[in-house]
């Protein structure tokens, strides 16, 4: 069992449509990180959170540190989200531990 | 720079060549990582530089691969020897100190094929 697990795998959802992608962890943690990876592997990093929730724009993100769990939603989606949303926990210092991803897929 | 900086940004080679893949960090960021991307695998740690030296090599696959960094700045992952399961995307990164109080910020990757 990997030590970070993201779900769904795969996610198709129609533009407009309210959107959660759940990552749960097995290690403790001192933050944890939400990164976008667009087709050609880019990544941006979206949000990075140790307690509580954040949001910018159409995205929020809340983490339940006692539960060991962070989702990320996208409110009223585009295709221009559309991306492989990365899911990493911060064990120790500096050592990023990735899930492998859930694969957006938003249609006009 | 204003970013993280990598390059090439796209590097096909033939079995068994050396390459090098450079990562150009945010100015002013003391932390400098590199990470690989398999294809269809998660993102693979690789090693971790603090300054100019690499407290945790322990990620690199094997002794084909090495990274050094100089001047506390620009770092190179050399590939020697590249083998056909070295093709992956190499991602670098940066932050200001290690630690969960301060984010990454990733450059845009080299993607590798080596044929």
């Known amino acids: 069992k990997n030590e970070v697990e993201q779900s769904p795998q795969n996610l198709t959802a129609q533009e407009g449509e309210f959107i959660t992608i759940n990552c749960s962890y097995s290690?403790?943690?001192?933050?944890l990180h939400w990164l976008q990876q667009h087709p050609g592997g880019g990544i941006v990093s979206l949000f990075m959170?140790?307690?509580g929730k954040k949001k910018h724009g159409r995205l929020i993100a809340t983490i339940n540190i006692q539960e060991k769990h962070s989702s990320l939603h996208i409110t009223a989606s585009h295709p221009r989200d559309s991306a492989v949303y990365i899911c990493?926990?911060?064990?120790?210092?500096?050592?990023?531990?990735f899930g492998t991803g859930t694969r957006l897929k938003v249609l006009a | 720079g204003a970013g993280v900086s990598q390059s090439p940004s796209n590097k096909v080679t033939e079995k068994g060549k050396d390459v090098e893949l450079r990562c150009d960090p945010i100015?002013?960021?003391?932390?400098l990582y590199w990470y690989r991307q398999s294809l269809g695998q998660g993102l693979e740690f690789l090693i971790y530089?603090?300054?100019?030296?690499?407290?945790?090599k322990s990620g690199l696959p094997s002794d084909r691969f090495s990274a050094e960094r100089t001047g506390g700045s620009v770092s190179t992952l050399t590939i020697q020897r590249t083998q056909q399961e070295d093709s992956a995307v190499y991602l670098c990164?940066?932050?200001?100190?290690?630690?969960?109080?301060?984010?990454?910020?990733f450059g845009s990757g080299t993607r590798l094929t080596v044929v």
């Open positions: 990164a940066s932050s200001l100190w290690t630690g969960g109080d301060y984010g990454y910020t």
């Open positions: 290690v403790g943690i001192s933050a």
């Open positions: 959170l140790s307690s």
């Open positions: 990493a926990v911060l064990g120790g210092t500096y050592k990023y531990i």
């Open positions: 100015s002013g960021h003391t932390a």
């Open positions: 530089f603090q300054g100019n030296s690499a407290p945790d």
